[in-house]
């Protein structure tokens, strides 16, 4: 992050000496940076510890002010205060799944530690605490992750005495020597495929909502927007939502006395499955026809059938030769889809578990 930075700050510099103030001059734009302004950016500390400014700090004095300016967001022991940012403890985590990466855990040089903290903490104020102010919040940090002791104190000269658990966790990327015969052929670089096809769309896959959803969420926040009603419509408001709720029972009662035929275990579990399918598929209350056709009622229920889908050329003529989705048929044709029917156009491998295609059919019966 600091070469990055340094990268930047040289860049600048050098536009400003150099094109900079002619430029600017001639457009009538700006003016030269001033050496102070300049000194105000250029504040990296890189990890041989380079830029570092003279000064030291203690763990004591670094506990007192840590308490004082970091710790209602990163706690006492910067361990975190809620979703705030733990600033110790993961050793040992990062090969998890979900690793704890923390100064101490993961930071391979302490100088980033001392740039970030000098630069941008405490969150909203930053860079109010003087450079002995950093030295001890960093030497106190560091005793939170049990690096040294509560006696220690940090300076410019021991700085980088300072052993980081994870210095060794971090190579220098090799892949253009260590990866080379990856890289050896031409690339192609035109007519490189014979077809093209769009398979997915993001709509289908919900990366995108749509415009109504968007909408709907929108007026479902307007209308909980106390701003936006006088105090009365409230009231009545208040009643009117009071009364469907009241004949809710009735509405699903068949619903639920069709399901109960049905393990509702099973259902579960095949509602899982069906992730597998939503890419495709959408099934239920206001489903529509996706890459898939809608599955609602489609147990028991004719093939190709589906309203204004186009299915594909043996899919229809299944239908119309009057292929019934039973509970057998179903299990056959999602065991190996391309099998079942050649060329159907749903590309899906299959459901290689029987219990699987048993619980996704006991969902799907699910919607009548
Ligand atoms: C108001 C809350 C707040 C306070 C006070 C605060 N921080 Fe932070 N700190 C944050 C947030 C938020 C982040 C994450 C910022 C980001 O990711 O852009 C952070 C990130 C950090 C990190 C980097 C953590 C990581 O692993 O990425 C360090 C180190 C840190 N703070 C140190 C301090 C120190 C030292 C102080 C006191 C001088 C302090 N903070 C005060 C909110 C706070
Ligand atoms: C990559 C997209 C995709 C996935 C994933 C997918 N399907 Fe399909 N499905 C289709 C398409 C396309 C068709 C239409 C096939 C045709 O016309 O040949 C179809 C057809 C069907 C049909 C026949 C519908 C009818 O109206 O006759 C059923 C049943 C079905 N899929 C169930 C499933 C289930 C259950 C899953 C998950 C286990 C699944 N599909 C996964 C795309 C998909």
């Not at 892949?175 to 690339?187: L, S, V, Y």
């Not at 997915?200 to 909408?215: G, S």
């Not at 190709?304 to 003529?317: I, L, N, Q, V």
Request: glycine share 8%.
């Amino acid at each position: 992050m600091s070469k990055y930075r340094k990268l930047i700050a040289t860049t600048a510099l050098a536009a400003t000496l150099t094109a900079g103030p002619a430029l600017a001059e001639k457009l009538g734009l700006g003016r030269p940076a001033l050496p102070e302004e300049i000194a105000a950016w250029n504040l990296d500390v890189s990890p041989d510890g380079t830029g570092l400014p003279e000064g030291s700090g203690s763990v004591e004095d670094g506990e007192a002010l840590f308490v004082d300016y970091c710790a209602v967001c990163h706690g006492d022991f910067a361990e975190g205060v809620g979703n705030w940012p733990k600033l110790a403890g993961g050793e040992g985590t990062l090969a998890d799944k979900d690793p704890l990466k923390t100064v101490g855990s993961y930071w391979p040089y302490l100088s980033t530690t001392w740039d970030y903290v000098h630069r941008s903490m405490p969150f909203g104020n930053a860079q109010t605490l003087t450079p002995d102010e950093v030295y001890a919040v960093v030497a106190y940090i560091l005793y939170s992750n049990y690096i040294v002791e509560d006696d220690f104190v940090l300076s410019k000269e021991n700085f980088l005495d300072v052993e980081m658990p994870n210095a060794d966790g971090f190579i220098v990327d090799d892949r253009e020597t260590a990866e080379a015969h990856f890289w050896q052929d031409e690339p192609c670089m035109e007519n490189c495929k014979e077809t093209v096809e769009i398979t997915m769309e993001a709509a289908v896959l919900d990366v995108t909502p749509e415009e109504t959803k968007a909408r709907k969420v929108q007026e479902m926040i307007d209308a909980t927007n106390p701003a936006n009603k006088p105090a009365e419509a409230k009231v009545e408001e208040a009643a009117v939502a009071a009364e469907p709720a009241a004949e809710e029972p009735a509405a699903t009662a068949p619903a639920a006395e069709e399901a109960a035929a049905l393990d509702p275990e099973l259902v579960k579990a095949g509602e899982k499955v069906f992730k597998k399918c939503k890419a495709c598929h959408q099934v239920g209350e206001g489903a529509k026809n996706r890459t898939g056709p809608v599955l609602t009622g489609i147990v028991g229920h004719a093939a190709g059938a589906a309203e204004d889908f186009r299915y594909s050329k043996p899919m229809e003529k299944a239908g119309e030769e009057g292929l019934i989705w039973s509970e057998d048929e179903l299990h056959a044709f999602l065991a190996k889809p391309k099998a079942y029917m050649k060329k159907t156009k749903m590309s899906f491998a299959g459901l290689k578990k029987d219990d699987d295609i048993a619980a996704v059919i006991a969902y799907l019966k699910s919607f009548e």
